[in-house]
């Protein structure tokens, strides 16, 4: 079985495109389209694949990808890491602006230490309040990823916890990683009926 799977990552050579499923257009792949693209062994396969996703999605879904990618990237970058490369980019891109992003420390609570606003006419997020995280990390993966971004959508509100030196980032509650996935696929899915 390994020294299948081992000839098939061998025999696979998707070329200039063997990134793109990790990509800002690549996150709107549906699980289906990614079991697709999880078969395709050559460029010109996956630039076919590609041709056909995008026709789906209709004539605005790359520039508006774009776009969301290059928010992320000026919002949500830290250390150098892009920030439409991160799990938060990827919510963003996907579910769109947030109505708000809140950045802090851990603090043991749920209670906010410095609050940064995405609005329309604000390029980039401005603190509004700092204050010290009260309670020290408890695990090894707290100390790690020791900086919540928290998005706000109108309905839904989600947590990643962010490794503040690099970049990394996850969501740390087994069922709001859950809760959030679904809600990625639904906005893959929804984005095949935007045309």
Known sequence: MILAVALFFATANLGRYSNWADSPQGYFMTKGERAEWSKL????????FIDRFLAIRGPAFAANVAGRAKEADDNLSVDGKRGSQ??????VILLGRPASVTIAPWSGDKSATMATHLSAGVPHPQP???IPPS?????DLRKRYAT?????YPKRTIVVAVDPITGDDRILDARAA???GKLLESAAEASRATR
């Open 178 to 180: 859950r809760e959030a």
């Open 128 to 130: 509004v309040m700092n």
């Open 86 to 91: 991160t799990l938060r980019g990827k919510i």
């Open 41 to 48: 062994t050559t460029e010109a396969g996956a630039a076919q």
């Open 135 to 139: 309670a020290p990390p408890t695990s």
């Open 148 to 152: 919540d971004y928290k998005l706000v």
